[in-house]
Antibody, heavy 117, light 106 residues
């Protein structure tokens, strides 16, 4: 059974950094497309970043240059390093598995990131 | 950026009624359109992929149609457990989501 568990969220000051983790089970992270999607409080879904099977990475304009997606095969985990955080980055961050870099078929439960002084 | 516009934003429906949600893309996206359901305090769940293909385990009352710029999610004979937010999502050029449609049970 495919399962995703995010961790690493919390309260951080503007300008600070945070690293989110997403541990997969029931499948191999490095042979799948893995993505991060966020949802600000009371708002809709916003795609953030994706890592392809070949290792190529892509980012939304709103986070490019500040966030870095990566993965570790030995831990079967995907990461999101978030730097220069802004209040508008406050959201629940979900990781999800992508199928053919198209739809997202399995999602984690999310981890809340709050950027505030 | 491809913009997806859903309508309506909100729908209040009685059980067993039929629900129709539309999603319009700002440019032709073929059939690269997917639908998700998100219940309160839960993560999104995939319902329909590539406009009309139901995802594994999704009840048969959920169906999708459309291509190009206009798409529809239909819930036949609404059940109380279908109260949720519904989002469309395109993967033709980068990835974007519609603003969501809230379905409430009367």
């Amino acid at each position: 059974e495919v399962h995703l568990v995010e961790s690493g969220g919390g309260l951080v000051q503007p300008g600070g950094s945070l690293r989110l983790s997403c541990a997969g089970s029931g499948f191999t992270v490095s042979t799948n497309y893995m993505t991060w999607v966020r949802q600000a409080p009371g708002r809709g879904l916003e795609w953030v970043s994706i890592i392809y099977i070949d290792g190529n990475t892509y980012y939304a304009d709103s986070v490019r240059g500040r966030f870095i997606i990566s993965r570790d095969h030995s831990q079967n985990t995907v990461f999101l390093q978030m730097n220069s955080l802004r209040p508008e980055d406050t959201a629940v961050y979900y990781c999800a598995r992508g199928d053919y870099n198209a739809y997202f078929d399995y999602w984690g439960q999310g981890t809340l990131v709050t950027v505030s002084s | 950026e491809i913009v997806l516009t859903q309508s309506p934003d909100f729908q209040s429906v009685t059980p067993k009624e039929k629900v129709t949600i539309t999603c319009r893309a700002s440019q032709n996206i073929g059939r690269s359109l997917h639908w998700y359901q998100q219940k309160p305090d839960q993560s999104p769940k995939l319902l329909i992929k590539y406009a009309s293909q139901p995802f594994s385990g999704v009840p048969s009352r959920f169906s999708g149609s459309g291509s190009g710029t206009d798409f529809t999610l239909t819930i036949n004979s609404l059940e109380a457990e279908d109260a949720a937010m519904y989002y469309c999502h395109q993967s033709s050029n980068s990835w974007t989501f519609g603003q969501g449609t809230k379905v409430e049970i009367k």
